[in-house]
């Protein structure tokens, strides 16, 4: 062993060394200050995520620009970091190869891989840089982002890849013959060029140098990483396998809160002692790409809520208190990812750090009553983020411990209690839509015996709003024209509770919950269909924590179903010529995956529908802005959410709209009003019933 590689092994030990407790130091923040939950569930489906999220960086690639470099260099890295094994070998055992003991054929592919993915990666930074400094994207921007460290760590990979190369290249000069150079094409080529301007010595003295810089840079890299946002570099793939947002589980599912554990004395989250390790796991795991709150319909429109500050806050609150929960005396003292991110960041004191807390100091009360709960932040997560979690459990504290809510949400909570809806209706007039229409309650038809196949939920809106009501008698038409044998709940029915949940009021919410699930099982109901995207999601996907279980199904695939079965009588003409564009519901999107039933839909019932897609569609589809309780709040901040997306929609010159869900129906009519349009907003059971064959209106015409 000679001198160089007794420091190179003394350098490693010490780097592994500084790594490996920096590792354990954060591992001991996030699970001493977070609390514990499983996250090891169900394995096949978590390395299902891991392969594709991860590995094949699905996520990544929905920015097709960034994205792609972004994947080139994370595939550069898994490839030229089994060349930096070697390289490290080497520096411990001089002369060591892979050609020592590989086939020639197979190490002459893995030292033209390493050659060229280190220029795909040097491009990719290379484009990166210039996109940070030149073309500035709006996401990228703002005090909070770590501008300078990123082209920083920019530079550094683009140090190691140009270092890679000269390596090679130097080697190739002064022993062009070396079993070891087999493979090194581009090394081989740059030396050809510069076998004439560098002697054999010169070579062996700038590859020695090239050598040592890319070592040292290598551990130097990987060492600043624990104090740097690049943090998520090495837990970013174990935050995908840990997470849920893509499964295992539920998607969108609300955690389940145990209201009758008598021992417990916090509601929600305050602070990050009342947050999981695995929320704690994603402030680490957080790039601030800033993909979160570029997809935020209330940053879009001008709001103070970023989700990315939400996640950032939460590392930084971190960061601040663990030291000191912890006792780590030194990182108190000097904390790292500590910046300007809330109003007391950075303080220095041990009583002041315990005095703030995550929910004011850090994220404030106007950010958290701005989300509408859309999951567009979640979905464009690269790494798999749930910044939703936080926000419900910062609300629910908000609500159960502090009482602290936005003045208009007091009615609705109130009128949830007294009448089993947010609105002041009384109950005795949910039913008051189907008179005349022969449609039974449940009560009804048990009285005589039946036991009808189906419960159609109509849902608060459904029941009480004058324009909801119409798409309520829709469906039943067309429920009734295609002989399904089905009943309603009518007066027994009430809310499932969902606006409460959302609003951070959890025993609101189980208490309607829970008296709709013993209605329910009181009628042995077992199949429920809805034409309420909220209402779908909540019985469906999250009264299962309560005991009820039940096949919920969405009326734009049931309508689906009975269309291609056959079972719906339309006229025969083939209807109106009519450009139509539908509007993606994000309970019904981004929270249960049906995006492809209502256009089909739409498309069976005008067979010569031109159905067009605005800008934003599908899983990017923008907010109609009333969910999370919104529907329920002023929104006197910015543009208004319904008015930027009904502009969406009538750019694209559409001469109908087409939505699925009631709450949608009432923010695209008001934003098709405030833009002083004609064009008529309906649901896709109107449109379905207005093409029924008998006794049903000619026209199209939500009015």
């Known amino acids: 062993m000679t001198t160089g590689n007794v420091v190179f092994l003394v350098i490693l030990l010490l780097a592994a060394a500084f790594l490996a407790y920096n590792a354990q130091r954060l591992y001991r923040y996030m699970t001493m200050v977070g609390k514990p939950e499983h996250r090891l569930d169900d394995p096949a489906r978590?390395?299902?995520?891991?392969?594709?999220?991860?590995?094949?960086?699905?996520?990544?690639?929905?920015?097709?620009?960034?994205?792609?470099?972004?994947?080139?260099?994370?595939?550069?890295?898994?490839?030229?970091?089994?060349?930096?094994?070697?390289?490290?070998?080497?520096?411990?055992?001089?002369?060591?190869?892979?050609?020592?003991?590989?086939?020639?054929?197979?190490?002459?592919?893995?030292?033209?891989?390493?050659?060229?993915?280190?220029?795909?990666?040097?491009?990719?930074?290379?484009?990166?840089?210039?996109?940070?400094?030149?073309?500035?994207?709006?996401?990228?921007?703002?005090?909070?982002?770590?501008?300078?460290?990123?082209?920083?760590?920019?530079?550094?990979?683009?140090?190691?890849?140009?270092?890679?190369?000269?390596?090679?290249?130097?080697?190739?000069?002064?022993?062009?013959?070396?079993?070891?150079?087999?493979?090194?094409?581009?090394?081989?080529?740059?030396?050809?060029?510069?076998?004439g301007v560098i002697s054999p010595e010169s070579a062996h003295t700038v590859r020695d140098v090239s050598w040592w810089?890319?070592?040292?840079?290598?551990?130097?890299?990987?060492?600043?990483?624990?104090?740097?946002?690049?943090?998520?570099?090495?837990?970013?793939?174990?935050?995908?396998?840990?997470?849920?947002?893509?499964?295992?589980?539920t998607i969108g599912a609300m955690r389940p809160m145990n209201l009758e554990d008598e021992t417990a004395e916090q509601f929600g989250a305050s602070d990050v002692e009342h947050l999981s390790w695995k929320n704690l796991l994603d402030g680490y795991a957080c790039t601030e790409c800033g993909r979160c709150t570029a997809a935020c319909p209330a940053n879009i429109t001008g709001k103070v809520l970023s989700p990315r500050k939400i996640v950032v806050n939460t590392r930084q609150r971190l960061m601040e208190k663990a030291p000191l929960v912890v006792g780590d005396v030194g990182e108190f003292?000097?904390?790292?990812?500590?910046?300007?991110?809330?109003?007391?960041?950075?303080?220095?004191?041990?009583?002041?750090?315990?005095?703030?807390?995550?929910?004011?100091?850090y994220i404030t009360e106007e950010e958290l009553w701005a989300c509408t709960s859309c999951r567009a932040c979640?979905?464009?997560?690269?790494?798999?983020?749930?910044?939703?979690?936080?926000?419900?459990?910062?609300?629910?504290?908000?609500?159960?411990?502090?009482?602290?809510?936005?003045?208009?949400?007091?009615?609705?909570?109130?009128?949830?209690?007294?009448?089993?809806?947010?609105?002041?209706?009384?109950?005795?007039?949910?039913?008051?839509?189907?008179?005349?229409?022969?449609?039974?309650?449940?009560?009804?038809?048990?009285?005589?015996g039946a036991r009808p196949d189906l419960l159609f939920w109509v849902g608060c809106m459904g029941s009480f709003d004058d324009r909801a009501k119409k798409i309520t008698v829709a469906f039943a038409r067309v429920l009734k024209a295609a002989g399904v044998d089905f009943a309603i709940l009518g007066q027994e029915e009430t809310c499932n509770g969902d606006p409460a949940r959302r609003m951070g009021n959890e025993y609101l919410y189980q208490t309607l919950a829970k008296g709709a699930i013993e209605t329910l099982d009181r009628y042995e109901v077992k199949t429920v269909v809805t034409f309420c995207p909220h209402c779908f999601h909540q019985i469906g996907n999250e009264f299962p924590q309560l005991g009820g279980n039940y096949e919920v199904i969405h009326h734009t695939t049931y309508i689906e179903r009975l269309l291609q079965e056959g079972r719906v009588p339309l006229d025969t003409d083939e209807g109106k010529q009519l450009t139509m564009v539908y509007h993606d519901s994000c309970y019904l999107g981004r929270y249960n995956d049906v995006y492809d039933a209502?256009?089909?839909?739409?498309?069976?019932?005008?067979?010569?529908?031109?159905?067009?897609?605005?800008?934003?569609?599908?899983?990017?589809?923008?907010?109609?802005?009333?969910?999370?309780?919104?529907?329920?709040?002023?929104?006197?901040?910015?543009?208004?959410?319904?008015v930027e997306r009904t502009e969406e929609l009538l750019a694209t010159g559409a001469d109908a709209i087409a939505v699925a869900c009631p709450f949608c129906m009432t923010m695209m009519t008001d934003g098709v009003t405030a833009k002083g349009s004609e064009v008529p907003v309906l649901d896709i059971s109107e449109v379905v019933a207005s093409r029924l064959a008998t006794g049903a209106p000619a026209a199209l015409a939500g009015d």
């Open 46 to 195: 978590r390395l299902w995520n891991l392969l594709t999220i991860g590995f094949a960086q699905t996520k990544i690639l929905r920015d097709p620009t960034a994205g792609t470099s972004h994947a080139a260099v994370f595939w550069g890295f898994l490839v030229v970091t089994i060349g930096t094994v070697e390289v490290f070998v080497q520096g411990v055992w001089d002369g060591f190869s892979y050609a020592s003991f590989l086939p020639a054929p197979l190490y002459a592919l893995y030292a033209l891989s390493q050659e060229l993915f280190a220029l795909l990666i040097l491009a990719a930074v290379s484009f990166l840089i210039y996109r940070r400094l030149v073309l500035k994207p709006k996401r990228l921007q703002g005090d909070v982002v770590h501008g300078t460290e990123a082209v920083m760590i920019l530079a550094t990979i683009a140090l190691l890849m140009v270092t890679l190369v000269i390596t090679g290249t130097m080697e190739a000069i002064y022993e062009p013959d070396a079993p070891s150079g087999y493979g090194r094409l581009v090394g081989h080529g740059l030396a050809l060029g510069l076998s």
């Open 213 to 249: 810089t890319h070592a040292i840079a290598v551990l130097g890299f990987i060492n600043f990483l624990p104090y740097s946002k690049h943090l998520h570099v090495l837990v970013s793939l174990p935050n995908v396998f840990l997470s849920n947002t893509s499964g295992p589980g």
């Open 333 to 361: 003292r000097r904390p790292t990812l500590v910046e300007q991110e809330g109003a007391d960041a950075g303080t220095q004191t041990a009583t002041a750090v315990l005095e703030n807390r995550l929910l004011d100091n």
């Open 378 to 448: 979640v979905q464009e997560c690269p790494v798999s983020i749930d910044q939703l979690d936080i926000i419900n459990e910062l609300r629910r504290n908000l609500v159960l411990m502090e009482s602290r809510f936005p003045e208009e949400l007091q009615p609705a909570f109130q009128s949830m209690e007294r009448n089993g809806s947010p609105w002041a209706f009384s109950p005795a007039a949910r039913e008051e839509w189907a008179q005349g229409l022969d449609i039974p309650t449940m009560a009804e038809a048990f009285e005589r």
């Open 598 to 642: 209502p256009r089909a839909t739409l498309k069976r019932a005008l067979p010569v529908v031109n159905l067009v897609e605005p800008k934003r569609t599908k899983s990017r589809g923008l907010c109609c802005g009333a969910g999370g309780g919104r529907m329920w709040m002023e929104e006197t901040e910015g543009k208004r959410i319904n």
